[in-house]
């Protein structure tokens, strides 16, 4: 199962034909886990919610002493306000999703049949304001990003559990993002396994590097370095800057592919959001 | 009761306009005007002199400063100040090497325990001090705390 | 100011009240630069806190920019009990203020 990781990992040519092996999403979940599992012992599934939290101390512990009174308290309080304000037409939020928006953050993200595309919860969010005549929000920060960081919290402890459809184009979407995370990026032409599978729990310069396995898990995310809230695609784009790598939109197809195969790989993780990171 | 100008030329800027009594070390329970000198004092000593009347101090195990070797991100630096010393009035921390050293000062009342958590900003590695004024005297301890530039090129 | 711009828990803990408040500001140092226009975004920080209980000054603290955005402190004090209420508020330098009452869980 290693096999794969490394086959994948050593792929430099960023192809349009599937150059990775023809192994099922749920062979390639095992192996993904199965690595860091093995790697990091004394570190359970479910503590991959608390992203490099679980495997450095001294972090752990800056990190629990603001946990004592996250600064996302403040995003979730005005998410819960925007959600349960009606829109202009008198509807509110309550009425575009099940259970009326409550914990349903692990709906998303989902393979959209009809739309051909992978649909997630901000793109939800906003779909349901243009539906109901209103103008969407950014997908980054802001308003938006508190909304889905009320709806994270109202989700959390729920199991992280992405299906892939028999559809052959979920099962592209999802090759799609899995092919992003290991292809080499930028002008420091680094993939993102290369930092958080290879490298995960071990420091560049003075960085510790998050493990890839649960990362949609703790999203929205209030990052010191922001001093706000921001979304998984404002990350992903940070993160492809960092590389020095053009960044995608939030939103675009690849991050959403992305999202997609991130998500997969973190199954039976608890949602964790929102959470603090520096 | 000390009066020291350090005022080189003030501005007066849009900070609460008490440049006249700035100079002057007010009661501290009554609720003071910001100690705007103090707060401007580029060397550490100076500072205390200010905003505690004396850079006197001696070194104390009884003060314990809980805050990280290698902080995470040097904007958000989670620290906690707590002593077991009795009739604690006043507490003060210092970030040595920041433009400014004195960050925070608390008056305590009179049944508060000498205790104080904030998040600080650290401009670079330096040590953290602590300064705490128990029965009119002043104790100091300190942690060096490491700042460093994140390693993704951002 | 923001609606809430204090949040605060105050529990008891045998007999010593133990209060933890987060407060919503940019605490600006007037050091950074707006990357658009190149001007120095100027200063804008909370310079005073105080929390009052049953009329007395529990904690004062005076402030500068370099405590982070979004300020949190911490305090401990006895002669409380459940159910008093605590005063939270604070000042900043551009003569802003806030305050909120708690009480003691």
Known sequence: MKKLLIMAAAVGVFSTT????????????????????????????????NGVYALDEASREQWEAIEEFPPYEIAIEEGEELFNTPFKNGKTYASCFRNGGIGVKGDYPYYDSEKGRVETLESAINECRTKNGEKPLGYKKGKLASISAYMAYTTRGQKIDVKIPFDQRARDAYESGKRFFYARLGQLNLACAHCHVDYAGKRIRADLISPAL??????????????????????????????????????????????????????????????TRK | ???????????????????????????????????????????????????????????????????????????????????????????AVFIAKNPVPLCSSYDLGPTTMGFVSCRVKMGKTSDLVAVVKSGGKLYSAKKAVKVTIGGCGG | MAKKSIRVRAKMKGDV???????????????????????????????????????????????????????????????????????????DNKGESASTETKIG
């Open chain 1, 18 to 49: 599937p150059l990775i092996s023809q192994a099922s999403p749920e062979d390639d979940l095992k192996a993904f886990q199965g690595y860091f599992l093995k790697r990091f012992p004394n570190v359970p599934l479910a503590e991959y919610a």
């Open chain 1, 214 to 275: 649960g990362h949609p898990s703790h999203f929205p995310v209030y990052r010191s370095k922001w001093g706000g809230l921001g979304t998984l695609h404002r990350r992903f784009g940070g993160c492809n800057k960092q590389v020095r790598a053009l960044p995608f939109k939030a939103q675009s197809p690849e991050y959403r592919n992305l999202e997609y195969f991130l998500t997969y790989m973190s199954n039976g993780i608890p949602w964790n959001g929102p959470g």
């Open chain 2, 1 to 91: 009761m000390k009066r020291r100008s350090f005022l080189k030329g003030t501005v007066a800027s849009g900070m609460l306009g008490v440049a006249a009594t700035a100079g002057l070390l007010t009661p501290k329970m009554v609720l003071a005007a910001w100690p705007k000198a103090a707060f401007e004092a580029k060397d550490l000593n100076q500072g205390m002199e200010l905003i505690m009347g004396s850079s006197d101090t001696t070194e104390s195990n009884k003060i314990k400063v809980k805050a990280p070797d290698i902080a995470e991100n040097g904007a958000v630096v989670p620290i906690t100040i707590s002593t077991s010393l009795p009739d604690v009035s006043q507490m």
């Open chain 3, 17 to 91: 009240v133990e209060v933890k408040a987060l407060m919503t500001h940019p605490m600006e140092t007037g050091m950074r630069k707006d990357k658009k226009t190149g001007k120095k975004i100027p200063a804008h920080f909370i310079n005073e806190v105080v929390a009052e209980h049953k009329g007395n000054k529990v904690i004062v603290a005076h402030w500068s920019a370099a405590i982070s955005k979004n300020p949190y402190i911490a305090f401990k004090f006895t002669g409380g009990a459940k159910g008093d209420a605590i005063m939270i508020s604070w000042k």
